[in-house]
């Protein structure tokens, strides 16, 4: 089973700083199916990006993904306060979905 | 417009039965694979299982198998999850979420507003 492991755990910045969240995999992904989700409190998550690097449909273009194989990365180039949230990857493969763990980013 | 609108929240004895629903409208049910994924109070996601209407094809995690039954009613668009003896460990949000008919990438579009499972004596 491949296992995903998010970093860091939680990220505290400011409104309008850069958010650079990473997600890494015990064994190589396919790029085709790695996607990331925001959640926030009492909210069920939102698809972002699949396919590592395209965005979900009404995402801003603040959003992007890149990596490949072992290493991918979320980045959201300049925060909202709306994007104060949870963020999780999540990868398919052998048959099965798992996700990470999450990053936590939240206001300075 | 998509929508997957899912089952009100429930609060069960430990060793009750249980069934929640999830039930898609919008876009053609029989055609898109539906998952469940669990969150525990406080906790990140975990993908349980997942089914595809069209021909009840049911998929499970090694962690679930045995534990829960996925199934779903193309006749009225609705996917279930269900219990036959529920613990205090069952205490969770479920989320219903549909996956991407795309021959490329893979991945959960649209969800449910999720099912609160209490589990308590």
């Known amino acids: 089973e491949i296992v995903l492991t998010q970093s860091p755990g939680t990220l505290s910045l400011s409104p309008g700083e850069r958010a650079t969240l990473s997600c890494r995999a015990s064994?190589?992904?396919?790029?085709?199916?790695l996607a990331w989700y925001q959640q926030k409190p009492g909210q069920a998550p939102r698809l972002l990006i699949y396919g590592a690097s395209s965005r979900a449909t009404g995402i801003p273009d603040r959003f992007s993904g890149s990596g490949s194989g072992t290493d991918f990365t979320l980045t959201i180039s300049r925060l909202e306060p709306e994007d104060f949230a949870v963020y999780y990857c999540?990868?398919?493969?052998?048959?099965?979905?798992?996700f990470g763990p999450g990053t936590k980013v939240d206001i300075k | 417009e998509v929508q997957l609108v899912q089952s009100g929240a429930e609060v069960k004895k430990p060793g009750e039965s249980l069934k929640i629903s999830c039930k898609g409208s919008?876009?053609?049910?029989?055609?898109?694979?539906i998952g469940w994924v669990r969150q525990m109070p406080g906790k990140g996601l975990e993908w349980m299982g997942i089914i595809y209407p069209g021909d009840s094809d049911t998929r499970y995690s090694p962690s679930f198998q045995g534990q829960v039954t996925i199934s779903a009613d193309k006749s009225i668009s609705t996917a279930y999850l269900q219990w036959s003896s529920l613990k205090a460990s069952d205490t969770a949000m479920y989320y219903c979420?549909?996956?991407?008919?795309?021959?490329?990438?893979?991945?959960?579009?649209?969800w449910g507003q999720g099912t609160l499972v209490t589990v308590s004596s």
């Open positions: 064994q190589s992904v396919s790029s085709s199916y």
């Open positions: 999540q990868q398919y493969g052998s048959s099965r979905f798992t």
């Open positions: 979420a549909r996956r991407g008919n795309d021959e490329v990438y893979d991945y959960f579009d649209y």
């Open positions: 919008g876009y053609s049910f029989t055609s898109y694979w």
